[in-house]
């Protein structure tokens, strides 16, 4: 028998029989509902957990978290209560920097956080391959996000739904350059680096750019698809993270 968490940062279902957790955090302008589908098809051994950060679905009206310093220590407080099983961290695109971050920032501030391993999905750790927002006008930052894959046409040709995409991305994109990934310190964790062999944002030299990122061995794993390449791939996806992470 299973029932929900009650955590603003966190959408889970607990499940009593888990042996570890897997920690979800989103993409740029995502949210945790992207992982929804991911407990049922994992199963009752490990206990999906996805982060729900501010400015997005039941959390709309919450100021976003524009650098990475100030959303640690309350999204590392909000998620202790998970420290007592052993964690895989799962980030996707600007998840997997504030994934990499979080465990760093565990490391000094929660040794007994029983952090296991990284899968960086769909992010560069290369500095040559680093893409600034601040300076795109809205038009080039649609292009932009367009060209990624992760924008619906329905969001894009609506001025409302446009309006909110476009300040939660650029708050997104502020964040993910606030934690400059290519300069961070190595982690002590092993690593699985995940990319689609047709994203235009994270090529080939980004993906083995992690091996920079940690002290321990790192694996690197292509697919199919754009920088969105997951949502076609999903068993595939789950099925590398299973092998990597024995979750």
Request: hydrophobic letters at 45%.
């Amino acid at each position: 028998m299973t029932s929900p968490a009650v955590n603003k940062w966190l959408h889970r279902t607990v499940q009593p029989e888990a042996r570890s957790r897997l920690l979800c955090f989103p993409f740029g302008g995502g949210s945790a509902s992207f992982y929804r589908d991911w407990q049922a098809r994992l199963g009752p051994e490990v206990e999906v957990c996805a982060v729900q950060l501010p400015g997005r679905e039941a959390r709309f009206a919450e100021p976003f978290f524009t650098q990475i310093d100030e959303l640690l220590p309350p999204l590392a407080q909000a998620l202790s209560g998970l420290f007592d099983l052993p964690l895989h961290l799962f980030g996707y695109s600007l998840g997997a920097g504030i994934a990499h971050r979080f465990a760093s920032y565990c490391a000094e501030h929660y040794p007994a956080a029983r952090i296991q391993s990284l899968t960086a999905c769909a992010s560069s750790a290369a500095l040559g391959n680093r893409v600034s927002a601040s300076a795109m006008s809205d038009e080039q930052f649609l292009a932009y996000i367009h060209a990624l894959g992760g924008l619906p046409g329905e969001v894009a040709d609506n001025p409302g739904l446009r309006a909110i995409a476009l300040k939660t991305l650029r708050n997104d994109f502020a964040l993910s350059e606030s934690i400059d990934l290519p300069t961070a310190a190595p982690v002590a964790l092993p690593i699985l680096a995940i990319g689609g062999d047709h994203d235009p944002s994270v090529p080939v030299d980004g993906l083995q750019a992690w091996a920079a990122k940690t002290t321990q061995p790192t694996q690197q794993q292509v697919f199919p698809g754009d920088h969105f390449f997951v949502r076609q791939n999903l068993p595939g996806v789950l099925q590398a993270l299973r092998s990597f992470a024995a979750v």
